[in-house]
Nanobody, 115 residues
């Protein structure tokens, strides 16, 4: 059974930083592309950042220059360093990973940015 789980969310003031982590576990042979998505209250889930197996990354325009995605395939983990957080970054952040050619989602971690 393969699972992915997020951690690192919390409450932070605007301008602050948080580091999210995603850990994959179970019977893993191959992890392909990974990514972070978020869903704000009353809005659809949106892409935040993705990273390929080779390390190529892609960011939503709204987070470019503030967020950095990374992965460590030796530990089956992925991270999202979020700096200069804004009120509009508030939402539930989800990890997505293609593992053994199948997509998996985590349960999400809440990020709340306050003024």
């Amino acid at each position: 059974q393969v699972q992915v789980a997020e951690s690192g969310g919390g409450l932070v003031q605007a301008g602050g930083s948080l580091r999210l982590s995603c850990a994959a576990s179970g019977n893993i042979f191959l992890i392909g592309a990974m990514g972070w998505y978020r869903q704000a209250p009353g809005k659809q889930r949106e892409l935040v950042a993705t990273i390929t197996r080779s390390g190529s990354s892609n960011y939503a325009d709204s987070v470019k220059g503030r967020f950095t995605i990374s992965r460590d395939d030796t530990k089956n983990t992925m991270h999202l360093q979020m700096n200069n957080l804004k009120l509009e970054d508030t939402g539930v952040y989800y990890c997505n990973a293609v593992i053994n050619l199948l997509p998996y989602w985590g349960q999400g971690t809440q990020v709340t940015v306050s003024s």
